[in-house]
């Protein structure tokens, strides 16, 4: 098969509705170098890069209440920063950048993805996105 590895995917495939901050950025962890005296941060096993994380709401209104949140692993040398606040939103809207998923079987035996990007941005346009996820006109 000709695609093996992460799976490149536009920010727009992935959240056709947006997304929002729900959490802090935060260091992954790498479990099998820490110990319970010292943390050490998780690196990307391909480039290297120390991994973030940062959990997001997915904006998507048909999704279970369960399947909103997700953790978006980013990778970069220098924690990223939030984009600003939005006046009038409880919750940051942001987007993404050099996006690949992994498909995996997690502990209950379903299906899941781990989300992997290069940066993390505000949004370049505002509410585009219209019932059915297309761009609005």
Not at 25 to 41: G, H, I, M, W
């Amino acid at each position: 098969m000709a695609l093996q590895g992460p799976i490149p995917v536009t920010f727009d495939m992935l959240f056709p509705y947006g997304c929002f901050i729900v959490g802090e950025v935060e260091k992954v962890k790498d479990f099998d170098a820490s110990t319970k005296e010292r943390f050490v941060q998780a690196r990307d096993k391909n480039s290297g890069e120390p991994v973030w994380q940062v959990a997001v709401m997915d904006a998507d209104p048909a999704l279970k209440a369960a399947q909103k949140t997700v953790s978006v692993k980013i990778l970069t040398t220098d924690q990223p920063a939030t984009p600003p606040a939005a006046p009038g939103l409880p919750f940051t809207p942001v987007e993404f950048d050099h996006i690949t998923v992994t498909p995996y079987v997690n502990q209950v035996g379903r299906l899941a993805y781990s989300i992997r990007v290069r940066t993390m941005r505000a949004p370049r346009t505002a509410a585009k996105h219209s019932a059915g996820g297309k761009d609005a006109a």
